[in-house]
C-alpha cells in the first residue's frame, strides 16, 4: 500500500492531464437493428421466469437490462426481507428437529449480507414474527410429504426456444392425486378481493 507521498510521485512521472481531463470516447451507437440481433442470438440461452416476464411487460428496457444483460444492482429491502423469510421456513421444513428459528434467521442474514446492526436487529425481529406466524397457522396441518423451493420448467412446443422456469415455495401431496401449493408472502396479503379487483381493472382495459 503506498503513501500519500508515493501516489503523487506517481501521478506526477505520468501524464497528469489523464487524471483531470477526459476524451471523447470512439465509436458508434448501437442501432435498434443491430440490437435486436445481439438479442435474438443471446436469447435462447436465456431461461424465462414469471419475473423476468413480469420485467418485460412493464417495460421492455427494464427486462433488457436486468433479465438478459443481469447487469448487477443493489437489492431492495424488501427483497431481502423476503428472501430470509422464505430461506428460515425452508430450513425450518428440511430439518425440523435439528433447526430453530433463531438459528435459521441468522444464517439467513449471513447469508444475504445483511451487516448493518440496525437493520439486523429490524430484520431479525420482524423475521421471528412472520416466520412464527407460519408455524401458528400452518406447520401443524402441513401434509407429510412435501418439498419447498420446488424447480419447475416448461417448454411449449410451439415456441421450443423458449424455457419458462420457476419455483414453487411449498409443494404438497396427500399421497393420491390432490397436491396443495403454497406461495409465501412477506408484503401485502393478497386475497380474493383483490385479485377481483385486479381481473375487473384488467377487463376494463382490454
Known sequence: QKTL???EDLIKENNIKAYVT??????KNTTLAELSELVA?????RNVSVSALNNFFECPWKWYFRSFLQVP????????FGSIVHGTIERLL???DDETVEHAIAEEIKKNHIVN???VKRFTKDATVATQRFLDSMYETLWERRESEKALSYRDEAMPDLLVTGKIDLLEHDGSDAIRVTDFKTGNQYGPEWLIDQLTKRLKKE
Not at 477526459?22 to 465509436?27: M, Q, T
Open 5 to 7: 507521498g508515493q501516489s
Open 73 to 80: 444492482e443493489p437489492q431492495a429491502e424488501a427483497l431481502q
Open 22 to 27: 477526459s476524451e471523447k470516447a470512439e465509436g
Open 94 to 96: 428440511k430439518n425440523p
Open 41 to 45: 442470438e443471446g436469447y435462447p440461452e
Open 117 to 119: 446492526p440496525v437493520t
